[in-house]
T-cell receptor, first 115, second 111 residues
Framework: NAGVTQTPKFQVLKTGQSMTLQCAQD?????MYWYRQDPGMGLRLIYY???????DKGEVPNGYNVSRLNKREFSLRLESAAPSQTSVYFC??????????????FGSGTRLTVV | KNQVEQSPQSLIILEGKNCTLQ??????????LRWYKQDTGRGPVSLTI?????NTKSNGRYTATLDADTKQSSLHITASQLSDSASYIC??????????FGAGTRLTVKP
């Protein structure tokens, strides 16, 4: 019953460093998402992948890139980390892109600090 | 602009007491509204989902209400338990799959 697995759970980066956040789901879901959660704000969508082979920008895509490696895996890359990217990052998946029909399953999050 | 506002930001209650959390939204055209529970250090987990035609939806000790005319929802927790301590997030979706998250209400239940 793994659901959505994110790695790492915690990470500290220096400004300008790069890193990739990994996400994998074992529910055979078609759609996957990356969100960031900041204090006092709701989760904001960074990128999503409606199905294998497609990716699209969300509300706050600047400074990030994504790769839908296969149906199970969806990674988020920070090419040159900035302090403004300090946040908690959540990966989520759903059976399909229609939110009404398919609820989300969230991972446990990655807490990223950029110093 | 589609927005979701939750109140209060934080709430402390004693174990066994009831409480009500509020959610106001401007998302349009409205499709559905979900309440999520997010334990510390975990991802959100769905509690209820409500569509335009539904006024009330219960899930154990959690009861959500929706007034689509005033664009308000509430989550009522009955006979609170220590395990209810968490953030509760209201999420509203529009017909075009635009989904907006509220900032959440942080609930602390004390013994």
């Amino acid at each position: 019953n793994a659901g959505v697995t994110q790695t790492p759970k915690f990470q500290v980066l220096k400004t300008g460093q790069s890193m990739t956040l990994q996400c994998a789901q074992d529910m055979n879901h078609n759609s996957m998402y990356w969100y960031r959660q900041d204090p006092g704000m709701g989760l904001r969508l960074i990128y999503y992948s409606a199905s294998e082979g497609t990716t699209d920008k969300g509300e706050v895509p600047n400074g990030y890139n994504v790769s839908r490696l296969n149906k199970r895996e969806f990674s988020l890359r920070l090419e040159s980390a900035a302090p403004s990217q300090t946040s908690v990052y959540f990966c989520a998946s759903s059976e399909g892109i229609s939110y009404f029909s398919y609820g989300y399953t969230f991972g446990s999050g990655t807490r990223l600090t950029v110093v | 602009k589609n927005q979701v506002e939750q109140s209060p930001q934080s709430l402390i209650i004693l174990e066994g007491k009831n409480c009500t959390l509020q959610c106001n939204y401007t998302v349009s055209p409205f499709s559905n509204l979900r309440w999520y529970k997010q334990d510390t250090g975990r991802g959100p987990v769905s509690l209820t989902i409500m569509t335009f035609s539904e006024n009330t939806k219960s899930n154990g000790r959690y009861t959500a209400t929706l007034d689509a005319d005033t664009k308000q929802s509430s989550l009522h927790i009955t006979a609170s338990q220590l395990s209810d301590s968490a953030s509760y997030i209201c999420v509203v979706s529009a017909d075009n799959n635009d989904m907006r998250f509220g900032a959440g209400t942080r609930l602390t239940v004390k013994p």
